[in-house]
């Protein structure tokens, strides 16, 4: 993952049907991905 996927990451944890398999369909907010999960890049 790079600072470009971004935008989709973010997309992709707005699916429930995805996120029920990761962290049991809580969703990830765009401040957590760049706080969080870009800063360690």
Do not use: P, W
């Not at 470009?4 to 944890?13: P, Q, W």
């Not at 765009?30 to 969080?36: A, Y």
């Amino acid at each position: 993952m790079t600072r470009k996927d971004a935008d989709d990451f973010f997309d992709l944890n707005q699916d429930q049907d995805v996120m029920h398999y990761i962290n049991g369909r809580h969703k990830t907010s765009m401040e957590d991905i760049r706080q969080i999960l870009l800063t360690r890049l």
